[in-house]
T-cell receptor, first 112, second 112 residues
Framework: QKEVEQNSGPLSVPEGAIASLNCTYSDRGSQSFFWYRQYSGKSPELIMFIYSNGDKEDGRFTAQLNKASQYVSLLIRDSQPSDSATYLCAVNKGGGGNKLTFGTGTQLKVEL | DVKVTQSSRYLVKRTGEKVFLECVQDMDHENMFWYRQDPGLGLRLIYFSYDVKMKEKGDIPEGYSVSREKKERFSLILESASTNQTSMYLC???????????FGQGTRLTVV
């Protein structure tokens, strides 16, 4: 079992719709969770992070964390073509060094 | 803004050469990381460092070494480059603790 799992996609949604991206992780001791966006040929950039169970909202983005189910998700409301990218889920298991473990990413395509 | 700068955007090296990839960050971050990114495999951690002269192996350290003589600089060394080390290499840095990582622009290395 991979430490961080994501569906590779592509996930296609129409413009204006809600895109839902999901991620599961295997280590129950994981402490913090990050969503990065990566455009083709570019480096990852942070969208959001979440530490506590529940929802965290930032503009059109909402991160959801359920530690009991070892599940974290990212919702993108009013999806735009500029949201088309690969979304990477990353998990910090804590301890020294602040090491992040990444999923393989989900490709999102927002269609006109 | 945090700036993480990698010395080269593109690099072509011959099999057997010793290769140095340099990374500099300007935000006084304690942690620095080297990842490689390959299609279908996502980002995989090669090495990380949480302090000057300190280093720890990541998930795929074989064939690589690192050096951190100054806090702002973290170097990745391919002792004898091989074709299976052709990849995108990403450097990142973060503050000590449970915080997000900031990435450099990446170095696309081709070993021929």
């Amino acid at each position: 079992q991979k430490e961080v799992e994501q569906n590779s996609g592509p996930l296609s949604v129409p413009e204006g719709a809600i895109a839902s991206l999901n991620c599961t992780y295997s280590d129950r001791g994981s402490q913090s969770f990050f969503w990065y966006r990566q455009y083709s040929g570019k480096s990852p950039e942070l969208i959001m992070f979440i530490y506590s169970n529940g929802d965290k909202e930032d503009g059109r983005f909402t991160a959801q964390l359920n530690k009991a189910s070892q599940y974290v998700s990212l919702l993108i409301r009013d999806s735009q073509p500029s949201d088309s990218a690969t979304y990477l889920c990353a998990v910090n298991k804590g301890g020294g060094g602040n090491k992040l473990t990444f999923g393989t990413g989900t490709q999102l395509k927002v269609e006109l | 803004d945090v700036k993480v700068t990698q010395s080269s955007r593109y690099l072509v090296k011959r099999t057997g050469e010793k290769v140095f990839l340099e990374c500099v960050q300007d935000m006084d971050h304690e942690n620095m990381f080297w990842y490689r990114q390959d299609p279908g495999l996502g980002l995989r951690l090669i090495y990380f460092s949480y302090d000057v002269k300190m280093k720890e192996k990541g998930d795929i350290p074989e064939g690589y070494s690192v050096s951190r003589e100054k806090k702002e600089r973290f170097s990745l060394i391919l002792e004898s480059a091989s074709t299976n080390q052709t990849s995108m290499y990403l450097c990142a840095s973060s503050l000590y603790g449970n915080t997000e990582a900031f990435f450099g622009q990446g170095t696309r290395l081709t070993v021929v």
